[in-house]
Nanobody, 115 residues
Framework: QVQLVESGGGLVQAGGSLRLSCAAS????????MHWFRQGLGNQRELVATATSGGGTSVVDSVKGRFTIWRDNAKNTVYLQMNSLKSEDTGTYFC?????????WGQGTQVTVSS
């Protein structure tokens, strides 16, 4: 079993920054790709960024140039640095990880951007 715990969310003004963290614990040997998703009120959950176990990273076009993802394999933690935040970035941010063909979700952390 893998447990994921997100942190770092909060209330920020438009143009501000936040850094999210997602720490994996439990049976994490061989942990695969880790992703950040978000879900705004009334919206579907959408992929925001991905960090592979080999160091590859990607972000979706809507956050490109503003968000950066990276992971620290020694700490089994993935981070999401969010700069130049916009009101449309508001939502609950979830961490997803894969291990041995199974997927694991964190409980989410709320990000609210005030305009």
């Amino acid at each position: 079993q893998v447990q994921l715990v997100e942190s770092g969310g909060g209330l920020v003004q438009a143009g501000g920054s936040l850094r999210l963290s997602c720490a994996a614990s439990g049976s994490v040997f061989g942990l695969g790709a880790m992703h950040w998703f978000r879900q705004g009120l009334g919206n579907q959950r959408e992929l925001v960024a991905t960090a592979t176990s080999g160091g590859g990273t990607s972000v979706v076009d809507s956050v490109k140039g503003r968000f950066t993802i990276w992971r620290d394999n020694a700490k089994n933690t993935v981070y999401l640095q969010m700069n130049s935040l916009k009101s449309e970035d508001t939502g609950t941010y979830f961490c997803l990880a894969f291990l041995s063909g199974r997927s694991y979700w964190g409980q989410g952390t709320q990000v609210t951007v005030s305009s």
